[in-house]
């Protein structure tokens, strides 16, 4: 479905006020590069894994901007909150690991890139639990921007061979 340029331009305002709400900012509107905010970030993300209502509007987003002409946020979006789990340990409760591993890892409605992500969520759940240290995987934040990066320039979504 494909809507005016004055309304995806809304539909595109009305995300990034969303991502500001859970203490992140589109970096790109481009490739649907998601970050942290520069300020206050922490409120935001307190109250982002305090408040488990916000996962099922999370949900709809997604597949929102799926349907309306942004389907190149759907991932980025998710893996910026798998990056921040993985890397960090934000945004790392139960409830919102299940949401993302249950439903905004499901979003995207291309089949490929969606199950590059599962993929990946898959992988950093596995890690995450490992014994050992050499089994031990994190998916950094360089990770996630190259991957971005490589999609915009048409290479697709996917993991680079050595990470």
């Known amino acids: 479905m494909n809507a005016s340029a004055e309304i995806l331009d ?14 992140m900012r589109l970096l790109d509107a481009e490739t649907g590069l998601v970050g942290r905010k520069e300020h206050g970030w922490k409120p935001r993300y307190q109250n982002l894994t ?18 309306m002409s942004y389907p190149q946020y759907a991932a980025p979006f998710v ?28 979003c995207n409605r291309d089949a490929g890139e969606r199950e590059v992500v599962q993929d990946i969520v898959k992988r950093v759940r596995t ?32 993991l680079a061979p050595e990470a």
Not at 10 to 23: A, K, N, P
Not at 128 to 151: H, L, N, P
Request: net charge positive; glycine share 6%.
């Open 127 to 158: 890690a995450s639990s490992a014994s050992s240290e050499e089994d031990r995987w994190v998916f950094t934040r360089d990770i996630y921007e190259t991957m971005i990066t490589a999609r915009a320039e048409g290479k697709g979504l996917a």
């Open 50 to 67: 305090r408040s488990p209502h916000n996962n099922l509007r999370i949900t709809r987003i997604i597949k929102f901007l799926s349907i």
């Open 79 to 106: 893996l910026h909150v798998l990056s921040e789990q993985s890397e960090h340990g934000l945004l790392n409760t139960s409830m919102l690991q299940g949401s993302l591993d249950r439903w905004w890892a499901n």
């Open 10 to 23: 809304r539909v595109r305002r009305s995300y990034e006020l969303m991502l500001d709400f859970y203490g």
